[in-house]
């Protein structure tokens, strides 16, 4: 699939609940509506290819299709989901899904199927001030010390990008295995494939976990989840983690209780020269929200303190002028 037929797939799979006025039909010009059916038919090649094996309950958009079945397929193949029920959200980066696990999860009533955006579409984030310091992983969460691959992700060939694309999946999959391990409240990870990862579901059928940026908690709620949070902050410092993109939006609450997610960016606060900053931006949207509930904060003062107290020091750094 080039560039432009994935774009065009994107803004379809985007505008996939919207009914598309007719004056805007009008002006698709001849070219891009040729374009538009060599898109359509490959897809639905790769669609019937594939459902030929999968059934899934979702009915996804015409173009989501095909994607989603690309995507889920091995994790399908290998019984980590029985069934796709439907979309939970679409964020920025990836798409979460609601599934049925298969035979290789028993105990779990739903899974959480988080498929990324190919990463030609994904945001441009500053991806450099998350990688500064960072070894890159490979798709079993490796670090990666070949040198052809090494030498394809610092000249960011198609290749290179891949590879970039795999290693930032495989953070936050092993960051996701390592806190849960270590009792942090994140969501259970299950597997990684080479485009999805497969967790814990937060929330029940009707409905997925809102965001904590959604919910207006009662004073009472508010100081005891403020402290569960800061808990987290410590705990992933013990184990050499700052999340790096930390707000009310990234934390789910359900049933009174909170779960951290989006570990894709995480930083170690010994390797990443810009470590401190990061963590205290974390440290100070999470106040930020918790100040709105009625809660008092010194987040500089937190930041210090929860850091310090971890042995860290404290180093002071600028941002860089592409930030
Ligand atoms: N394990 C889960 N259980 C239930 N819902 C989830 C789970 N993981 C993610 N979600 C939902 O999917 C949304 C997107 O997930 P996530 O933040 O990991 O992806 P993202 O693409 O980086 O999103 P964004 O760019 O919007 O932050 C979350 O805001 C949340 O509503
Ligand atoms: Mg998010």
Redesign the pocket.
């Known amino acids: 699939m080039s560039k432009n037929q994935l774009i065009e797939f994107f803004e379809e799979l985007e505008n996939a609940d919207e009914v598309t006025p007719l004056s805007s039909q009008k002006h698709l010009s001849r070219k891009r509506e040729s374009k538009k059916n060599e898109t359509d038919a490959r897809l639905f090649v790769r669609a019937q290819e594939l459902s030929r094996e999968f059934h899934f309950t979702y009915k996804a958009a015409r173009f989501e299709e095909a994607w989603l079945l690309d995507s889920l397929f091995e994790i399908a193949e290998h019984q980590w989901i029985s069934d796709v029920l439907r979309k939970?959200?679409a964020?920025?980066?990836?798409s979460?899904y609601l599934c049925k696990p298969g035979a290789a999860i028993p105990t779990a009533d739903f899974v959480?199927a988080?498929v990324y955006r190919p990463r030609m579409l994904r945001n441009l984030r500053n991806d450099g001030l998350y990688r500064q310091g960072r070894a890159d992983l490979d798709s079993e969460g490796r670090e990666v010390i070949d040198d052809g691959m090494l030498h394809a992700m610092r000249k960011k060939t198609e290749y290179g990008r891949e590879l970039l694309h795999q290693s930032w999946m495989a953070y936050e999959f092993t960051s996701m295995q390592d806190l849960h391990e270590a009792g942090a409240d994140v969501?259970e990870p299950y597997t990684l494939s080479s485009n999805a990862i497969l967790?814990?579901?937060?929330?029940g059928l009707d409905g997925?976990?809102p965001?904590l940026s959604e919910v207006d908690l009662d004073r009472a709620e508010a100081g005891p989840l403020f402290e569960r949070v800061l808990h987290n902050l410590d705990l992933m410092l013990a184990h050499e983690r700052i999340h790096g993109d930390l707000s009310a939006?990234?934390i789910?609450y359900w049933d009174g209780d909170i779960?951290l997610?989006?570990f894709p960016q995480v930083v170690s606060p010994k390797v990443n020269r810009h470590a401190y900053r990061i963590f205290e931006r974390d440290v100070k949207r999470v106040c930020e929200y918790f100040n709105q509930q009625g809660i008092k904060t010194d987040p500089k003062g937190l930041a210090q303190e929860l850091w310090t107290s971890r042995g860290y020091p404290i180093l002071q750094t600028k941002p860089d002028p592409q930030e």
């Open positions: 939970v959200k964020g920025k980066e990836a979460v959480a988080k969501p967790m814990e579901y937060i929330g997925s976990a965001t939006y990234n789910l779960t997610i989006d």
